[in-house]
């Protein structure tokens, strides 16, 4: 690496106060990202300032902290706003999470335009969040829930990859939506959501996008994309926990009734009749986690200065070798599965399809056994079935060991961890 890269990535990680720290002696390798993010100073800073200068309920108070906070709130809004490209600040709305803004689709988009003998398409690479929603709507209204395959799946290949020779007989004129994941949070490839929200739209269908982990890798334009809705979390995306987006085109948003009631999320209340305020607050029912919403602002100014000038490309030549040492790594020996390849080699042809997310097993060895001795050596992965145990059961796995890696982490860090869990193996084996 040179000198000058190098330096660029550590200023990235001097911003970043928790990669300092230690875990059983060792300095902490952290490789959960695709879980949740590490936090960058100003979005620590913005929440502290915000906890004791702008503590106070947003849109309903007419005094200046309020004014405060409730201006702190809508600017993270606009930031959003920009951020996805979307038209308008009523796109998007708030809610506590990837999770929340799915299932706000699955009840007020199926009640108003799902029926019985209708259909939902969801895909094989889905997070449970993008597949359990849908299920408990279509058992709601009475509809059904059909599954775009992948290549395992069809017995056509086992890269992970979605068969899309299957998707034109999937979506039959009784299809209303089709819900479809950016990048699987299992095999971290990058599925062609242009190509399947065109072949969805040319047959009248709108289509939700599960943005949880495209909104790190990939550079999200929601008009160009052309989806109907697409949702994400903050904290994926360094900001804090228990805040998301959803942005909705707004003929669907005006026309879906409202989630959930309660204030702000009214016009005018009867103990006969309510009517609804416009958007975005007719889905915004309650307190929002206004201090979380707000610090979606430096959260979101962090992600592109990540993604601007040089600081870009020296974090995007270090992902670029860290998918290529670790797809080497994991596809070299025959000892490891892993779930998800590019389509032609190991040897970085194919690379810019996966993030560099990578689950795996080691044969004959318990995925949770090697996570625990890792941590022990300061080395944080995920393990278990990652909340996509159908796609895992596909590959004929119960479970699995996860390293994701964010654009913080770097090429030796990569090589630590597979120091590691040589050690690991060794101490199991």
């Not at 003929?251 to 009631?261: H, V």
């Not at 278990?384 to 699995?400: H, R, Y």
Request: proline share 4%; glycine share 8%.
């Amino acid at each position: 690496m040179s000198s000058r890269r190098n330096n660029i990535i550590s200023s990235v990680r001097e911003q970043i106060p928790a990669l300092s720290q230690k875990m059983s002696g060792k300095p902490l390798i952290y490789l959960d990202n695709a879980a949740t993010t590490q936090k960058p100073r100003q979005v620590l800073d913005f929440l502290s300032d915000t906890f004791v200068w702008r503590n106070a309920n947003v849109h309903r108070a007419m005094y200046e902290l309020s004014d405060r906070s409730t201006e702190a709130y809508e600017d993270a809004r606009e930031t959003v706003r920009s951020f996805l490209n979307a038209p308008f600040r009523e796109n998007v709305i708030f809610t506590s999470g990837t999770t929340a803004s799915i299932n706000l689709v699955a009840y007020s988009f199926c009640k108003k335009f799902v029926g019985k003998g209708d259909v939902i398409v969801i895909e094989a690479d889905s997070h449970h969040s993008n597949i359990v929603p849908w299920q408990l709507a279509a058992e709601r209204v009475g509809a059904m829930v059909r599954v775009l395959p992948t290549d395992v799946l069809t017995g056509s290949g086992r890269s992970g990859a979605l068969d899309l020779e299957s998707l034109d007989s999937l979506l039959t004129p009784e299809v209303r939506i089709l819900a479809l994941t950016q990048i699987s949070n299992i095999t971290g490839l990058n599925n062609p959501v242009g190509k399947i929200i065109a072949a969805a739209h040319a047959k009248g269908i709108p289509v939700l996008v599960d943005g949880a982990q495209g909104i790190v890798h990939s550079k999200v334009d929601v008009r160009k994309m052309d989806c109907d809705f697409y949702a994400f979390s903050a904290h994926k995306i360094y900001g804090a926990t228990g805040v998301g987006v959803l942005y909705g085109k707004k003929e669907y948003l005006e026309a879906m009734p409202p989630y959930m009631g309660g204030g702000d999320m009214v016009e005018t209340v009867t103990y006969q009749k309510t009517t609804y305020a416009p958007l975005p607050l007719k889905f915004e029912a309650g307190t929002p986690n206004f201090t979380g919403a707000a610090a979606l602002k430096p959260a979101i100014e962090f992600a592109q200065w990540l993604a601007t000038g040089e600081t870009a490309q020296a974090l995007k030549q270090e992902e670029e070798d860290i998918k290529s040492f670790m797809t080497d790594y994991l596809t070299s020996d025959r000892g490891i599965e892993l779930y998800g390849t590019p389509s032609s080699s190991a040897r970085g042809v194919g690379l810019d399809v996966k993030a560099p997310i990578f689950t795996f097993n080691i044969k004959s060895i318990n995925a949770g056994d090697l996570a625990q001795l890792l941590d022990k050596m300061g080395v944080a992965v995920r393990s278990g079935l990652m909340c996509a145990e159908p796609l895992l059961n596909s590959f004929g796995a119960t479970s699995a060991l996860r390293a994701s890696f964010a654009p913080y982490n770097t090429l030796e860090e990569a090589k630590i961890f597979t120091e590691c869990l040589e050690r690991a193996r060794a101490m199991l084996f």
